[in-house]
């Protein structure tokens, strides 16, 4: 399915404000309130609107340190990227882990309360993660941009 210009003003404004009432976003993008309907079953049916969140705060629910962990494993072999991915999808902490191209062999985004907290965090899980060579962490000091809005032409 090829998206058009309405679609993308959909997905536009979904991703800004996913709560948008569906009489709402039709008059945004000009379409009637069904045909509207239609094209949001449709773009959910092909995949492109892949769920629907609530963004928390992190401030609010106080986790407002922001750790970035490189990790580096002790060999490239499935059974030791599988384990690993399997082990690191079962922290609660963990917000993102990403396979990397470099020297490093995963990325991880880490939420914490504080330093100490991390050190909490980094004991009990990250320390005994399978196949863990080495481990470099990196704390965020400020969030200059954060968004979950692709980018679409």
Known sequence: MQLDETDIRI??????EGRISNAELSERVNLSQSACHRRIQRLE???????????????KIGRKTVVYVEITLSGQKDEILSAFE????????VMECHLMAGAADY???????????????????????PGVQGM?????LKSVLQTTALPLE
Do not use: C, N, T
């Open 11 to 16: 997905l536009r404004a979904l991703q800004k």
């Open 136 to 140: 470099q962490s990196s704390f965020s």
């Open 45 to 59: 049916e092909e995949g492109y609107i892949s769920g629907y969140v609530a963004l928390l705060s992190p401030e």
């Open 107 to 129: 990325l991880l985004k880490v939420v914490a309360k504080d330093a100490e907290d991390f050190a909490r965090i980094h004991r009990r899980y990250l320390a005994s993660l």
């Open 86 to 93: 399997e082990a690191v999808a079962r922290v609660p902490d």
